[in-house]
């Protein structure tokens, strides 16, 4: 299951899940030890390779019914895949958390192998995915589907809603591909909510967009209070015969900035957020769908209407669920906590720009998106940061203009970036890294962003929380008990809503998560980051009712 809802009804899709082969790989590449491992899943689930790190071999036998162009849709694996059919290699990827595809036209009938190589290891060669306050995983960590390609497809789809003149609209961009060295004629034809289109015929050679903005009448929109969604299915056709499909989804809503407040549909909002990261006990990053509901379902239940997705794009199917059950989303391009060395990165610079195309390509549709991130606590008070936040938040506005953008900077009283956002966060830990109080901590900044860049913009404290051991009592409220991060918590929930100029604030984070070791153990008990409102198995903490009455609030 890729999707919450099914993707297509004319296209032949096999979904991967289940056991495939797995591998260890030894240091000359010869395959070591044999497991059967899950897919999607990370190979830290198995009890053996609970801290392996390095490479391993994925393998599948695929039998195709007939001659066929096949795609392979990789929905992640962590963190650097080299995709392998029939023994030849097709691709090389880099970064977990991003889609991304093989097509192999023309494949006979029969049975066929596919394998891939996955690497989790912190190579030369990886300039993300470094020893982290969070775990790299190894493995197919999200789904994978085959699809039976017709030799005309429907290889992307665009909607953008728009509300003008009272009416709500889409701006729609559909990339038709013709593997065939000949022209095809074809005609496409759109339904969503009572609206039908029929879009321009046209001799397809290669690849083709057809753009058209289109009215749809009569639809509500999408809000936290009513998440309307809306099927939208593409069909292409030959004169009668339908020859492929594509179905998404849309939820009408704009989001807009004036001054320092910003509007959902024109009303202002005031973000209650939770920072997540994808970990559970068992699971690795590669939560079961269940499991995930269950986070949506603790995160409504604690009040909160955001989630930040830190420090990564998430899995389809949470977003999907975010989309339905009404929660925003800040979701965020890959990397956190680089200095200016790390940014200097011989690769760097391509593997975030790949990383923000395919996050923004596969995601763009989810209504519950409302911000785009990217580059958390990277060195954007430094020069060469500064060249690469511009160029990244360029990239971000050539491929979406719908959406604000913004990233969560701890550069206090140096950053020089806020000019290149749309709105400013500042990630702060009044109480637990210093002394400070929140109220004024917030006010103090607030004075110095009227001095730069991101003077009028609005204004969101991202990170906010305090680490606690579950189960940790204490009554002198020692730091790592309970009581202390209840403390803090409710001190800088309490002082910072009460800031007009603040337009959310985002709690550090849901539920504790594991750690790399290399440089981050020592520093964090159980090799967790412990600051979750829920433990890793998500039993709530203390805070968490404190949360819930705090977040029940109007703002
Ligand atoms: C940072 C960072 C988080 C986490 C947090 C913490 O602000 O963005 O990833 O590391 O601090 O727990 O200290």
Known sequence: MIRTFLTHEVRETKDLEGLWEFYTMDEDGEKACKYNLMVPGCWENHPELGRYRGKGVYRKKVILDKNANIRFLFQGVSHTAEVFFDGIKRKEHYNAYTAFEVLLPGIEKGEHVLEMIVDNSFTSQSSLHIPNDYYTYGGIIRPVVMEYIPDIFISGLQCIPHYEEGVWKISLEVQIENLLNIPVSVLGELCVAQTKVIMESADVLGTVKWKQDIDVPGVFPWSPQNPALYTIKMQLKDQAKVLDDLIDRVGFRVVTIEKERIFLNGEQIFFKGFNRHEDFPGSGCSLSFGEMNRDIDLILSSNANLIRTSHYPNDDRFIDLCDEKGIMVWEES?????????????????????GIEEMIESHRNHPSILIWGLLN???SDTEYGRICYTEQIQKIRELDQSRPVTFASDRHYKDSCFDLADIVSMNIYPGWYGEEEPGAMADSLKDWIQTTGGKDKPFLISEFGAGAIYGYRSLAREKWSEERQKDIIECCISQLM????????????????????EEWALKRPKSQNNKGIFDQYRRPKLAYETVKILFEQER
């Open 334 to 354: 890959h990397a956190r906590g680089l200095t200016q060395e790390q940014m200097m990165h011989p690769d760097f610079r391509k593997q975030s720009l790949d």
């Open 377 to 379: 606590e990277c060195a």
């Open 498 to 517: 009460a800031k007009e100029y603040i337009s959310g604030c985002i709690i550090w984070q849901f539920s504790d998560c594991r750690v790399t070791e």
